[in-house]
């Protein structure tokens, strides 16, 4: 008998959980059944009427009115400014007014409640806004100003909580609202302090906003600069190394890099600069934009000069400051920095019209000429009468002599004979003075003749 108590004990438990499963599931059901309707009017794509399940929010309805294509006749008003803070919601005979935008960034969930049966929102459009520039949390990457719907009795510190906050580096005892004075274009300058406004909302700093205010909450100069400057080749330990930009010196950063490896060129070592204050040359820009046949000869030589030189190669007295310590060759780093270090040549450069140019190897015994034999001799096409040496330490182009001293790195150039073409423009130009010269005297000594 027990044993029949114990099964009609299990059969009614489990029989009860399964009623208790179908009325939760029925029930489920019977909710998702449930939809409201909603209508969505103003400024939005689609206006009209939608269903809801009663967990949405008013943002998803707008956002619906947004997205769906007009697949029945209803008007479709494009409005690209529509309102986040200024939206209406009717609601029975109630009339709530909504700030969206404090949801979306402040996260306040009242500002975007759940919908009802029969809820109708309006969506206006923007009529009022103010700008905000400079250290704000929220700033886009083009440092364009950042445009956010004023709202009636806004404050500053309402348009900077919806601006995410400030950066750590705003100067917050210098903020400027400047405000158009009336229907004009004249503005005037206001200047608050945020430190009291942060301390104390209600403080009188904390003004009201008007249409169009501009605001500017500028950054402590040089706030945590992250300057850095970086150290290539022959380095103890070459890489990345922060600096205080135009106070740390280059001395200092060597000799926290470990100083020079015994391989290292310090007389071809130098530092290249991207500063555009140091990189300035209006005379080379102008000549840029200038055609080759307007150039005079000496302009047209500083140009083809300075496209072939390194660009912002800044000092080169690495020995001198590294071997004797002398300050005077010291210079203070700036953001960007790159110092090189090579390594020692143990080669000649031949270039140019030679048999086989190339690298030979260095021999402090022989001139230009004997190297120049090592390379095959001449081409038939060599211009003997203006060989160069290309010096690898200063860049400096010589004419060579048998006792000439070649050093490592250095370049034996060989150039091409240039052909007539050439020179044909300045025959011209020499031809035409000297046929002008010459009908000058002729007038002149005719002009005088007494016959």
Same mark, same amino acid.
Not at 19 to 36: D, K, P, R
Not at 150 to 178: F, Y
């Given at each position: 008998?027990?044993?029949?108590?114990?099964?009609?004990?299990?059969?009614?438990?489990?029989?009860?959980?399964?009623?208790?499963?179908?009325?939760?599931?029925?029930?489920?059901?019977?909710?998702?059944?449930?939809?409201?309707?909603?209508?969505?009017?103003?400024?939005?794509?689609?206006?009209?009427?939608?269903?809801?399940?009663?967990?949405?929010?008013?943002?998803?309805?707008?956002?619906?009115?947004?997205?769906?294509?007009?697949?029945?006749?209803?008007?479709? =008003?494009?409005?690209?400014?529509?309102?986040?803070?200024?939206?209406?919601?009717?609601?029975?005979?109630?009339?709530?007014?909504?700030?969206?935008?404090?949801?979306?960034?402040?996260?306040? &969930?009242?500002?975007?409640?759940?919908?009802?049966?029969?809820?109708?929102?309006?969506?206006?459009?923007?009529?009022?806004?103010?700008?905000?520039?400079? *250290?704000? *949390?929220?700033?886009?990457? &083009?440092?364009?100003?950042?445009?956010?719907?004023?709202?009636?009795?806004?404050?500053?510190?309402?348009?900077?909580?919806?601006?995410?906050?400030?950066?750590?580096?705003?100067?917050?005892?210098?903020?400027?609202?400047?405000?158009?004075?009336?229907?004009?274009?004249?503005?005037?300058?206001?200047?608050?302090?945020?430190?009291?406004?942060?301390?104390?909302?209600?403080?009188?700093?904390?003004?009201?906003?008007?249409?169009?205010?501009?605001?500017?909450?500028?950054?402590?100069?040089?706030? =945590?600069?992250?300057?850095?400057?970086?150290?290539?080749?022959?380095?103890?330990?070459?890489?990345?190394?922060?600096?205080?930009?135009?106070?740390?010196?280059?001395?200092? @950063?060597?000799?926290?890099?470990?100083?020079?490896?015994?391989?290292?060129?310090?007389?071809?070592?130098?530092?290249?600069?991207?500063?555009?204050?140091?990189?300035?040359?209006?005379?080379?820009?102008?000549?840029?934009?200038?055609?080759?046949?307007?150039?005079? =000869?000496?302009?047209?030589?500083?140009?083809?000069?300075?496209?072939? &030189?390194?660009?912002?190669?800044?000092?080169?007295?690495?020995?001198?400051?590294?071997?004797?310590?002398?300050?005077?060759?010291? @210079?203070?780093?700036?953001?960007?920095?790159?110092?090189?270090?090579?390594?020692?040549?143990?080669?000649?450069?031949?270039?140019?019209?030679? *048999?086989?140019?190339?690298?030979?190897?260095?021999?402090?015994?022989?001139?230009?000429?004997?190297?120049?034999?090592?390379?095959?001799?001449?081409?038939?096409?060599?211009?003997?009468?203006?060989?160069?040496?290309?010096?690898?330490?200063?860049?400096?182009?010589?004419?060579?002599?048998?006792?000439?001293?070649?050093?490592?790195?250095?370049?034996?150039?060989?150039?091409?004979?240039?052909?007539?073409?050439?020179?044909?423009?300045?025959?011209?130009?020499?031809?035409?003075?000297?046929?002008?010269?010459?009908?000058?005297?002729?007038?002149?000594?005719?002009?005088?003749?007494?016959?």
């Amino acid at each position: 008998m027990k044993n029949i108590y114990k099964v009609v004990l299990v059969m009614t438990i489990v029989f009860s959980s399964i009623c208790l499963f179908a009325q939760e599931n029925i029930s489920q059901q019977y909710t998702n059944n449930i939809m409201y309707n909603v209508s969505v009017v103003g400024a939005v794509k689609n206006p009209g009427v939608y269903p809801f399940l009663p967990t949405s929010r008013v943002s998803e309805a707008i956002k619906l009115a947004n997205t769906l294509l007009d697949t029945i006749n209803i008007p479709i =008003h494009v409005v690209s400014n529509a309102s986040k803070r200024n939206i209406t919601l009717k609601r029975n005979d109630e009339i709530i007014k909504l700030d969206l935008l404090k949801f979306l960034v402040l996260g306040e &969930e009242n500002s975007n409640p759940y919908l009802k049966d029969g809820d109708i929102i309006i969506v206006p459009v923007i009529k009022e806004q103010v700008q905000i520039f400079g *250290a704000i *949390a929220n700033r886009n990457e &083009e440092e364009l100003p950042n445009y956010i719907e004023l709202k009636k009795g806004d404050r500053i510190s309402d348009i900077i909580k919806l601006s995410m906050g400030i950066l750590p580096g705003a100067d917050n005892q210098n903020i400027e609202i400047v405000r158009f004075i009336g229907n004009s274009s004249l503005t005037e300058s206001i200047n608050v302090n945020l430190n009291l406004i942060m301390n104390d909302p209600e403080s009188k700093e904390n003004i009201i906003l008007q249409n169009d205010d501009r605001i500017y909450i500028r950054e402590i100069l040089e706030y =945590h600069d992250k300057s850095f400057i970086t150290l290539i080749g022959e380095i103890a330990y070459e890489g990345t190394y922060a600096i205080e930009n135009n106070k740390t010196t280059l001395l200092q @950063i060597i000799t926290k890099a470990g100083g020079p490896t015994e391989d290292a060129d310090l007389f071809n070592a130098y530092l290249q600069r991207i500063s555009k204050e140091d990189l300035r040359d209006p005379e080379y820009q102008q000549l840029r934009k200038t055609r080759d046949e307007d150039m005079s =000869h000496l302009e047209y030589r500083y140009m083809r000069n300075r496209l072939t &030189e390194p660009n912002g190669v800044f000092v080169k007295n690495f020995d001198t400051l590294w071997n004797n310590k002398e300050i005077e060759y010291d @210079i203070n780093l700036k953001d960007g920095d790159v110092i090189y270090f090579p390594a020692k040549a143990v080669a000649i450069k031949i270039s140019g019209e030679v *048999a086989n140019p190339g690298l030979f190897n260095y021999d402090i015994e022989l001139n230009y000429l004997e190297y120049i034999e090592f390379a095959g001799g001449f081409t038939g096409k060599a211009w003997k009468g203006k060989i160069k040496i290309i010096r690898a330490k200063t860049g400096e182009w010589i004419n060579p002599n048998k006792n000439t001293k070649l050093n490592p790195g250095d370049t034996i150039f060989i150039p091409r004979k240039e052909r007539f073409s050439y020179y044909w423009p300045y025959i011209q130009e020499t031809i035409a003075f000297i046929t002008g010269l010459a009908t000058s005297i002729i007038v002149i000594r005719s002009l005088m003749s007494p016959n």
